[in-house]
């Protein structure tokens, strides 16, 4: 396992935490806030601390590691090939009408027939 799959599972890890810590902070509507002990480290003031913090932690850690991926990324410089196997090769030519040297007066104009079924009864 190289160097970008491990910074890429960090990442995935620091981005669920700082989800996660995200939601247990306490908004304006009360959100998922925490209760408890109104003392201590968990107390409504020390959560809100504790929370910010850690918030504060985790989006530095994930602005610094998204830029490191970016930079393994291009130090990497591998050009992978892309898959072709799907893409169609050939485009098919649009059907057109048959080309007649005869007048534009002299062939008969015959409505074409009904491909869908009229909305309207």
């Known amino acids: 396992m ?8 960090v990442q995935g890890i620091i981005a669920a935490s700082l989800v996660g810590i995200i939601l247990m902070q306490r908004s304006e509507g009360g959100g998922l806030g925490m209760g408890g002990s109104p003392s201590g480290l968990m107390s409504a003031r020390g959560a809100a ?13 994930f602005i610094l590691l998204s830029i490191s991926l970016a930079f393994v990324a291009a130090k990497k410089g591998n050009s ?3 898959d072709t196997s799907l893409q169609r090769t050939e485009v098919p030519a649009a059907p057109t009408a048959p080309v ?19 909305l309207d009864k």
Not at 49 to 61: K, Q, V, Y
């Open 49 to 61: 601390d504790f929370l910010t913090r850690t918030t504060t932690i985790l989006a530095t850690l």
């Open 100 to 118: 007649t040297n005869a007048p534009a007066s002299a062939t008969p104009t015959v409505p074409a027939p009904a491909t869908e079924v009229p």
């Open 80 to 82: 992978g090939e892309i």
């Open 2 to 9: 190289g160097l970008f799959h491990f910074l890429i599972v």
